[in-house]
T-cell receptor, first 114, second 109 residues
């Protein structure tokens, strides 16, 4: 079975541009999580979905960030407009159940905003 | 105070030694705890979970939990160079998995 698939793997953009990150969770997993990892702040939970419904978005930094999950096999994280401080690795993870449970992470999308 | 705290390291141990990684958490009602390993440039992967006070062993890995002290640890026996990675402590708090900053472990041959 394929793992969590994220795209793009690398994204370099200029400040002010819109960035869209994509994620395909493992089939059959009900929960999807978006995390951001930086050296300074570590791995931070941004938002998570259960059965395509956003449950907790308290980790979303500000209104420039938005996430959607239109169906069970696809989610997007959008940043508009992007800023240099958004530079990070963004991970998508999925699980069968939220907890206790194992998160399966994608390979991450490394974002650089110039 | 951070919700989940770990020493950032780096922790350096010789091959064959025991590596001890520590983690404290702030939410007293947390019930489930996890250790993830992250190799450089890769994504985190689960290596241990623990839910009850005491020790849980899996091969060369032992997780220890003390809820009264709000303390979780991971021991790696007979450390190998392939164990060199960042180890992330994660705590389920109110249904959300909160990660510590991670401890970088380096095992020297």
């Amino acid at each position: 079975d394929a793992g969590v698939i994220q795209s793009p793997r690398h994204e370099v953009t200029e400040m002010g541009q819109e960035v869209t990150l994509r994620c395909k969770p493992i089939s059959g997993h009900d929960y999807l999580f978006w995390y951001r990892q930086t050296m300074m702040r570590g791995l931070e939970l941004l938002i998570y979905f259960n059965n395509n419904v956003p449950i907790d978005d308290s980790g979303m930094p500000e209104d420039r960030f938005s996430a959607k999950m239109p169906n069970a096999s696809f989610s997007t994280l959008k940043i508009q407009p992007s800023e240099p401080r958004d530079s990070a690795v963004y991970f998508c993870a999925s699980s069968r159940r939220q907890g206790p449970g194992e998160l399966f992470f994608g390979e991450g999308s490394r974002l650089t905003v110039l | 105070q951070k919700e989940v705290e770990q020493n950032s390291g780096p922790l350096s141990v010789p091959e064959g030694a025991i590596a001890s990684l520590n983690c404290t958490y702030s939410d007293r009602v947390s019930q489930s705890f996890f250790w993830y390993r992250q190799y450089s440039g890769k994504s985190p992967e689960l290596i241990m979970s623990i839910y009850s006070n005491g020790d849980k062993e899996d091969g060369r890995f032992t997780a220890q939990l003390n809820k009264a002290s709000q303390y979780v640890s991971l021991l790696i026996r007979d450390s190998q160079p392939s164990d060199s990675a960042t180890y992330l402590c994660a705590v389920n708090q109110g249904g959300k998995l909160i990660f510590g900053q991670g401890t970088e472990l380096s095992v020297k041959p």
